[in-house]
């Protein structure tokens, strides 16, 4: 993995274990401005968060939502040069968050414990990267394992793991 | 229209107008329960608020996503038995939130100024009508007119109208 995309996951995962230490759901996300080039020494760490479900008891401030909102209002053409980093793959309306803002490039930490909307991603013209990043896996993995009524209510019957 | 659409739109209109007195982009949404049946004496509004993203400088809190903020965290087979009231056909990310939480069915007030996931909605076999509803329609264009800078920005850059 090149230098720009270790640095946009390893922010991402610092989140996802930020949110398992508090007892959350251990998803994380950046968003990183590189303009056109993918290239470390033009990057700029717009934002970041994790998954808030269980912390602000919020329905919607997923990992990548709450990165946006992390961010804050940005000019329409800042997106269209960033990444979004998630740890995840991300779910519908995460998916739907990205093309909302035609941000072109999403790199996913792992798709092991499920698969969102890379295919509508692809569809539209969205660069997407699965890393196969172990730690996020296992992560991810051992969560679902602890709190099984979590992993079932939050994840499954809400279309967030497989 | 029958009375319980009636009731589920004219709430997500009144707080379309609520964020247009308060200068912000005057759409309103409202999740409303009503079991398996489209009876209106079953109803229960569970959530509605409107587009925040002049009032929290928000760049997630659509009238969608804030009404399901605003419904807090629910079970998951509540939402199964919702419908969610727009008064503006639904962005990406507001349609990929209804196909989340499976809200089967969404009643739209009016999609002349816009025209947002429909067909997706359609295609994963959610209800989707759309009112035809003037007021709605008029509201929307009317702010249009009036902030073509906000409208430039935040509906035509973001993919928010035609
Ligand atoms: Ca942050
Ligand atoms: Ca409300
Ligand atoms: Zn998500
Ligand atoms: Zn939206």
Chains 1, 2 share one sequence.
Do not use: W
Request: charged content about 25%; aromatic content about 6%.
């Amino acid at each position: 993995m090149d230098d720009l995309d270790k640095l946009g996951l390893a922010t991402a995962s610092a989140k996802a274990r930020k949110s398992y230490r508090e007892g959350g759901i251990p998803i994380g996300a950046a968003l990183v401005y590189h303009g056109s080039s993918l290239d470390l020494s033009n990057a700029v760490v717009l934002g970041c968060s994790h998954n808030q479900r269980i912390q602000k008891s919020s329905p919607t401030l997923h990992a990548e939502i709450a990165t946006l909102e992390d961010a804050g209002r940005l000019k329409a053409d800042v997106y269209t040069k960033c990444t979004m980093y998630t740890t995840l793959s991300p779910c519908s309306m995460c998916t739907g968050a990205i093309l909302l803002y035609k941000i072109p490039r999403v790199v996913i930490g792992e798709n092991k414990n499920f698969v969102g909307g890379e295919k509508l991603l692809k569809e539209h013209g969205v660069e997407v990267k699965v890393a196969g990043d172990t730690e996020c896996e296992e992560l991810m993995a051992r969560f679902i394992k602890e709190k099984p009524e979590v992993g079932k209510v939050h994840l499954y019957s809400t279309n967030y793991a497989r």
